[in-house]
């Protein structure tokens, strides 16, 4: 069974950097999807970004396109670089696994979740 642990959120300035990592331990699912979701205070879980498996594709949602950067670091990590953030950035981050070869936005398309990591942006 695979579990996903998120590491690298904290806290920083609005304008800084962050870099978040998903390390996936036991069976991996090499030909999936991995996507990034966050969940603001007392809002819904919303889209951040997925990559394919190969990393030759990947979506972004629209509040984070140049600004945050998944990348597949290896055959069990998966990144995501956010520059220039901002206070409504704030949120839990999520890293998942889809249940598609291809990216997607949409929540129900992954099935395996890490437990999050929290992210604050002070302004």
């Known amino acids: 069974q695979v579990q996903l642990v998120e590491s690298g959120g904290g806290l920083v300035q609005a304008g800084g950097s962050l870099r978040l990592s998903c390390a996936a331990s036991?069976?991996?699912?090499?030909?999936?999807?991995m996507g990034w979701f966050r969940q603001p205070p007392e809002k819904e879980r919303e889209f951040v970004a997925a990559i394919r498996w190969s990393g030759s594709s990947k979506l972004y949602g629209d509040s984070v396109k140049g600004r945050f950067t998944i990348s597949r670091d290896n055959d069990k990590t998966v990144s995501l670089q956010m520059n220039s953030l901002k206070p409504e950035d704030t949120a839990i981050y999520y890293c998942?696994?889809?249940?598609?070869?291809?990216?997607?936005?949409?929540?129900?398309?992954?099935?395996?979740w890490g437990q999050g990591t929290q992210v604050t942006v002070s302004s």
């Open positions: 998942a696994i889809s249940k598609l070869t291809l990216p997607t936005t949409g929540l129900y398309d992954y099935n395996v």
């Open positions: 036991g069976r991996t699912f090499n030909t999936f999807a």
